[in-house]
């Protein structure tokens, strides 16, 4: 459900990546794998060589 908001409400100028961060982490201390990997996603869509995005990407493979 968060996933489908934060993809939603991308701004035409670009996102902040931060808020894709938070978001990826709280899914992942929730065990919530499918939208973390939503999240983690479009974070790296959005900048793809976010090293933060890249770890949170690793952890998720790490637990699945």
Known sequence: MF???ARAETP???ADIARY???A???LESR???NAMTVIRK???LNPA???MKLRLAR???WT
């Open 32 to 34: 919530d794998f499918t």
């Open 12 to 14: 035409s100028g670009g």
């Open 21 to 23: 961060e938070v978001m």
């Open 60 to 62: 998720l493979l790490e």
């Open 43 to 45: 974070g790296l869509s």
């Open 3 to 5: 996933a489908l908001q």
């Open 50 to 52: 976010s090293r933060p």
């Open 25 to 27: 982490d709280t899914f």
